[in-house]
């Protein structure tokens, strides 16, 4: 499967994705408690815990993708052509690019 396609799927992980999971979270915990200490009420403290978010987001889907650990069930349907798991209208376009 190409690599971009992985990242429409679902992955399942192991434990030491978890781990590394959890301990990200918890450092973009404490980095968010000391935002909301030290960095005055508004736009600015707002924005800076979206981009937290954003960090957490990005850092959980690349461990989830790239881990050793992490797999996916629907990349195997999806390469040997079983696209029921998606729109039938795009399944379709799909087919004809084929």
Excluded: C, Y
Aim: glycine content about 8%; cysteine-free.
């Amino acid at each position: 499967m190409q690599a971009w396609k992985r990242r429409f799927f679902s992955h399942h992980i192991g434990e030491g994705a978890k781990e590394s999971m959890s301990l990200v979270r918890g450092h973009l915990i404490e980095a968010g408690e000391i935002l909301m200490e030290e960095v005055p009420d508004g736009r600015e403290r707002s924005v800076a815990m979206t981009k937290l978010e954003e960090v957490m987001f990005w850092a959980n889907a690349g461990i989830a993708r790239l881990s050793e650990d992490s797999s996916t069930d629907d990349e195997s349907a999806f390469v040997h052509g079983n696209r029921s798991m998606i729109d039938p209208k795009l399944a379709h376009r799909l087919s004809k690019r084929e």
